[in-house]
Nanobody, 125 residues
Framework: QVQLVESGGGLVQPGGSLRLSCAAS????????IGWFRQAPGKEREGVSC????????SYADSVKGRFTISRDTAKSTVYLQMNSLRPEDTAVYYC??????????????????WGQGTQVTVSS
């Protein structure tokens, strides 16, 4: 069965960095698009970044471009989200999700079929 497990969240000061991991099992990672999403209290879940299946092309929300980097380690069946220059507004629960096909709707939550349980990221001094 498909399973996604996030880790790496925590408390960090503004300007700091964190690396989130999404460990995948039950499917071939290269064949799926993997997205990172976040949800802050009282707000809707929003797409942060995506790496497509096969060629591994990447997409980012405007709010994180130049600060976040998504990558994939096929041997470890893990997708990472490197987050630099963190801001208080990045505070949220971060989720990874998987889909066989997302097309152009790469950062829309409704495009994804499988979800992890989430990991909390708090950016505060």
């Amino acid at each position: 069965q498909v399973q996604l497990v996030e880790s790496g969240g925590g408390l960090v000061q503004p300007g700091g960095s964190l690396r989130l991991s999404c460990a995948a099992s039950g499917f071939t990672l290269d064949n799926y698009a993997i997205g990172w999403f976040r949800q802050a209290p009282g707000k809707e879940r929003e797409g942060v970044s995506c790496i497509s299946g096969y060629v591994g092309s990447t997409s980012y929300a405007d709010s994180v471009k130049g600060r976040f980097t998504i990558s994939r380690d096929t041997a470890k069946s893990t997708v990472y989200l490197q987050m630099n220059s963190l801001r208080p507004e990045d505070t949220a629960v971060y989720y990874c999700a998987a889909a066989v096909w997302v097309g152009r709707r790469r950062l829309e939550p409704t495009s994804y079929d499988y979800w992890g349980q989430g990991t909390q990221v708090t950016v505060s001094s």
